[in-house]
Nanobody, 115 residues
Framework: QVQLVESGGGLVQAGGSLRLSCVASVSIFSINHMGWYRQAPGKQRELVALITGGGSTNYVDSVKGRFTISRDNAKNTVYLQMNSLKPEDTAVYYC?????????WGQGTQVTVSS
């Protein structure tokens, strides 16, 4: 069982920045990969960024060059640094972890970007 707790969401103007944090209840050394997903009203949940245990990263095209996913193993934390935010980035952002063949989700954190 893995518990994930996100924080860092909020309201920001277009062009601004936010950093999301996701703290895991287990050592992230033991987690295959972790990712950030988002879900906007009326839309399907989509993968935003992924980081593997080896540190490889992957991003959806719409955030490349603006968002950065990273991990701090000592703090069991994965971050999503979001720069140059756009109104279309508005969504609930969820942390996800693949651990021992199962997927776990955090409760989500709201990000709202005003124009």
């Amino acid at each position: 069982q893995v518990q994930l707790v996100e924080s860092g969401g909020g309201l920001v103007q277009a062009g601004g920045s936010l950093r999301l944090s996701c703290v895991a209840s287990v050592s992230i050394f033991s987690i295959n990969h972790m990712g950030w997903y988002r879900q906007a009203p009326g839309k399907q949940r989509e993968l935003v960024a992924l980081i593997t245990g080896g540190g490889s990263t992957n991003y959806v095209d719409s955030v490349k060059g603006r968002f950065t996913i990273s991990r701090d193993n000592a703090k069991n934390t994965v971050y999503l640094q979001m720069n140059s935010l756009k109104p279309e980035d508005t969504a609930v952002y969820y942390c996800n972890a693949a651990y021992r063949g199962q997927y776990y989700w955090g409760q989500g954190t709201q990000v709202t970007v005003s124009s």
